[in-house]
């Protein structure tokens, strides 16, 4: 039987990101674009991107060993690894299978899940459930993403978005009124041609023509996405603070999906919030889909912003679309 007393919250977070930098001066050599209208348009500076031979699953172990690090907890006693990507290293087996194994968590179950830059929030609903259920009591949560690899270089629109990065979240069993206080997960799926990889799936298998096409890229209107996303993530912000019968006023901290600034600037507004609240990291990683928010979490520790006690709310919106919001009790 469930029980409701049993709820989940994060005992240790952490980061990884590849060393190499890319900045808005990097692409004035390769498309029509510069610093001035990058920085303006997106609030993006660098990025950070993976080499040839470095695939998500090895930024999801570089952070997962930081993560159980700081939560005292050894992998043996991981019951649950859940990794959101939208980049695995391949469409089977599941990126977590492979940082089960190179963790040696030997005692987990393992699988991904598919949310895009919502994932994270998916992923930490489903810890709950996990916990709450009675039959599992650690999950290590994953963010993970290799973007650069999917990414057309050649669209000034969407190139100068992505980065490269991971967050890992253990995510342990609590009693209230710590932990997940409350969620809201959305979705509509009649927008979906608005983010997507056109090929490589079973609808559009890759071929010499898929290749040849570049439908093997990120594809975006961006004009459709950054209405929609600016009005769901502020819904679902508000939605959840309903729920608990909270404003903005009471938010300690909001960690917003790092997309766009004049997104992040817009659901900061439409929910009360001053930007004094909003984490903000987008200037020096871009938009890293499941892994921004872990690792805006985990720099806010680091730099000491984020402390016991705080009331958190996360949201994030993504392909599919996806959107949700989650409030924590840190």
Not at 279 to 290: D, E, F, H, M, R
Request: glycine share 8%; charged share 20%.
């Amino acid at each position: 039987m469930p029980d409701s007393q049993r709820t989940a919250y994060i005992a240790g977070i952490g980061m990884a990101v590849p060393p190499k930098v890319v900045t808005n001066e990097d692409f004035t050599r390769i498309v029509d674009t510069s610093d001035e209208w990058i920085t303006q348009m997106t609030g993006i500076k660098e990025r950070r991107y993976t080499d040839e031979n470095t695939a998500t699953s090895d930024l999801a172990v570089e952070a997962s060993r930081v993560a159980l690090e700081r939560a005292g907890t050894d992998p043996l006693d991981v019951d649950a690894i859940v990794v959101a990507t939208a980049t695995p290293d391949m469409l089977f087996p599941s990126t977590a299978c492979l940082v089960q194994h190179a963790i040696g968590a030997t005692n987990a179950f393992a699988y991904d899940i598919s949310a895009a830059c919502s994932g994270f929030i998916f992923g930490l609903v489903q810890a709950q459930n996990f916990i709450r259920s009675g039959n599992v009591d650690t999950v290590l949560l994953i963010g993970a993403e290799c973007l650069t690899k999917i990414t057309d270089m050649s669209d000034r629109n969407t190139c100068v978005l992505f980065g490269d990065g991971a967050g890992a979240a253990v995510v342990k069993c609590c009693e209230p009124p710590r932990g997940l206080l409350d969620y809201v997960l959305k979705c509509d799926g009649s927008l979906s041609d608005y983010i997507k990889q056109p090929a490589g799936g079973s609808r559009n298998p890759s071929s010499t023509e898929t290749v040849g096409a570049g439908d093997h890229v990120i594809r975006m209107k961006g004009r459709q996405v950054y209405v929609n996303a600016s009005k769901n993530m502020s819904d679902a912000v508000m939605q959840v603070l309903e729920q608990q019968g909270l404003t903005g006023d009471d938010v300690d901290l909001l960690f917003p999906h790092q997309a766009n600034i004049r997104i992040i600037q817009s659901v900061a507004e439409r929910a009360g919030m001053p930007m004094e609240k909003v984490y903000v990291n987008i200037q020096k990683y871009g938009n890293t889909s499941a892994a921004s928010i872990p690792i805006a979490l985990a720099e806010a520790v680091e730099e000491g912003a984020l402390k016991e006690g705080m009331l958190v709310a996360l949201v994030a919106f993504g392909s599919g679309f996806t959107w949700g919001s989650a409030l924590l009790r840190w």
